[in-house]
């Protein structure tokens, strides 16, 4: 093999290695996709334009050369093309009208070359030797050239003017870095075309360096994405280790404030009760804020390396905030049993309407007709029961309206809940895994009576019903 053709075969090679690497990145990493396929193309295009030019230097006719060397037309279009949208992501300065008008006019010329790869000539090439510095010499074409090889040349002039004019506009805004690597990556190319245009003058000895003028971008720009990417990756490894320091410092803080609880609930007459709001607190409510503000304190990294995925988890915060709220307003007024048996059912019951709204997102009609207090007792099994009601509403209804009514007088109450949800078969349906048997024995405590009413398909209707003890004796009496 001669030396021209293993140096030009090396150059291949390394262009080649590139593509291969950042196709692979491309197609793996959703960060920068466009950015890396556009740069493994130009590496594609370029290492096929070296490997069939040493193919077509090896002919030993111009019929064979120009057979061989039409193919040359296809890599020398990916090549230019990929590399103008590449520059054009990578600097950001993408005009489209340049962009889709270098990319037609551009096609049209490379393929009627292709077609017929005596175009670009006024007449019928001659094929002469290059002597090379180490006594070798590669055979090439040379003729007048018309408009279309003019054209050729100009369209890959403008390219590198739009390489410099992007790589400039980088530098100014600030990015002074990535704008040198690709400005540098271009000077090769300029030095090697300069020598090249001084050898065939006879100033100095020929070498062809302008083959290998882009290798220059290649190696710099695969350069400046691999430090990209190294700083993208440190960057993501440094927010993983900060969220695991803040996963492990909230967890110590919230099992700190979690005993906390439990030791002051402990030293309540109501210390069953008070265990139980702890463990809901930390099962549900503190989970969810905990949540919430994780997902708050990686979403502009999420946002930034992907706006879809972002806009899925500012979703996911928004309901996880919302849920929270609902909730803490009722555990919040359960924390204070004393508040809970002295306070009145058209307190309670609202605030049981407005956790679920907000929890679910259902709107509750609620209607209140009350003229006396009830008993303590009474007022809890109501609640209670309402709780129950709603909560199993909000698992397994499937409803989009929910109503509310309670109407007390005359030592009597009773409570109506209602939804236009899925409904169910009660006879075929498990009493334990609704909770109505929890429902029925708390009315059964305070001396009240239940009744559910539900058919698949028509929703369901909850009755709670309580007489005072001493309206009961006087209905015996009578």
């Known amino acids: 093999m001669s030396i021209y053709a293993a140096s030009i075969g090396t150059f291949a090679g390394i262009c080649l290695g590139y593509a291969f690497l950042y196709l692979f990145v491309g197609l793996r990493r959703q960060l920068d996709r466009r950015l890396n396929l556009f740069f493994a193309l130009f590496a594609f295009g370029y290492a096929g334009t070296l490997l069939i030019g040493i193919w077509y230097r090896s002919q030993d006719t111009v019929a064979d050369y120009l057979a061989v060397s039409r193919w040359d037309g296809l890599f020398i279009w990916l090549a230019f093309v990929s590399l103008n949208w590449f520059v054009a992501e990578y600097t950001e300065v993408k005009p489209k009208w340049y962009l889709w008008g270098f990319t037609a006019v551009f096609s049209i010329t490379i393929l009627a070359a292709m077609l017929n790869p005596t175009l670009t000539f006024v007449d019928m090439p001659v094929m002469t030797g290059i002597p090379l510095p180490w006594a070798e010499e590669v055979p090439t074409l040379t003729g007048e050239e018309n408009l279309w090889g003019i054209l050729l040349l100009l369209l890959q002039l403008i390219t590198l003017v739009f390489i410099v004019i992007a790589g400039v506009r980088q530098w100014r805004r600030g990015e002074k870095q990535a704008a040198l690597f690709l400005l540098a990556g271009m000077s090769w190319f300029i030095l090697a075309l300069l020598y090249e245009i001084l050898a065939e003058a006879g100033l100095w000895v020929y070498v062809p360096l302008a083959e290998t003028g882009f290798l220059g971008i290649a190696v710099a720009m695969s350069l400046q994405m691999a430090n990209q990417a190294i700083k993208a990756e440190e960057a993501l490894a440094t927010s993983e280790r900060n969220l695991e320091a803040q996963v492990h410092q909230r967890t110590a803080e919230l099992e700190q404030a979690q005993e906390k609880l439990i030791d002051q609930t402990r030293e309540s007459a109501v210390i069953g009760e008070r265990q139980r709001i702890a463990r809901d ?198």
């Open 281 to 478: 607190l930390h099962d549900d409510v503190t989970q969810t804020i905990y949540s919430a503000s994780l997902i708050a304190e990686v979403l502009p990294q999420v946002w930034e390396r992907s706006p879809a995925e972002g806009q899925r988890n500012l979703e996911k915060l928004r309901q996880l905030v919302r849920g929270a709220l609902g909730e803490m307003r009722t555990m919040l007024f359960e924390l204070r049993p004393s508040a809970l048996e002295n306070a009145d059912v058209e307190t309670l019951l609202p605030q049981l309407a407005d956790a679920f709204s907000g929890r679910t997102r259902i709107p509750v009609s609620v209607t209140m007709r009350s003229t006396s207090p009830l008993p303590p007792d009474a007022n809890v099994a109501f609640y209670r029961v309402a709780q129950e009601a709603l909560n199993n509403i909000a698992k397994h209804a499937d409803a989009s309206q929910v109503s509310l009514d309670f109407v007390q007088n005359n030592g009597q109450a009773r409570l109506t809940i209602a939804d236009n949800g899925r409904g169910f078969d009660p006879a075929a349906v498990s009493t334990e895994g609704l909770g109505l048997n929890i429902m029925q024995e708390r009315a059964a405590a305070s001396g009240a009576q239940l009744n559910i009413d539900s058919r698949p398909g028509a929703g369901t209707k909850l009755i709670m019903f309580w007489q005072a003890p001493e309206a009961v004796q006087k209905g015996v009496e009578s």
